[in-house]
């Protein structure tokens, strides 16, 4: 299983901007699909995470501006970020449950996108 983020870049305090990851192998099946971040300097933490029924679940901090939503014929998890401020500034991972063909299930993690906030 491969996992390919995308959409992350230089934006201005207030902008937008939509993350992407898209997974592709031998996908039997995606559980939960969950963003972290992890800022310079800081630990990992959750931004949010939808699970396979659309249940979905926000770090307090993004609440009410970010959005998290899945693709299941893509097998891919966006997350719409909107009203950005520069402490939202991190390295973003998307990490996904799936379950193979072959080998089980397992957690996989995306390679990372920067997003910078900054005027």
């Known amino acids: 299983v491969q996992l390919q983020a995308s959409g992350g870049g230089l934006v201005r305090p207030g902008g937008s901007l939509r993350l992407s990851c898209a997974a592709s192998?031998?996908?039997?099946?995606?559980?939960?699909m969950t963003w972290y971040r992890q800022a310079p300097g800081k630990q990992r933490e959750l931004v949010a995470a939808?699970?396979?029924?659309?249940?979905?679940t926000y770090a307090d901090s993004v609440k009410g501006r970010f959005t998290i939503s899945r693709d299941n014929a893509w097998n891919t998890v966006y997350l719409l970020m909107n009203n950005l401020r520069p402490e939202d500034t991190a390295v973003y991972y998307c990490n996904l449950h799936v379950t193979t063909y072959y080998s089980g299930s397992d957690d996989y993690w995306g390679q990372g996108t920067l997003v910078t906030v900054s005027s």
């Open positions: 192998g031998s996908i039997f099946s995606i559980d939960v």
């Open positions: 939808v699970n396979s029924g659309g249940t979905t």
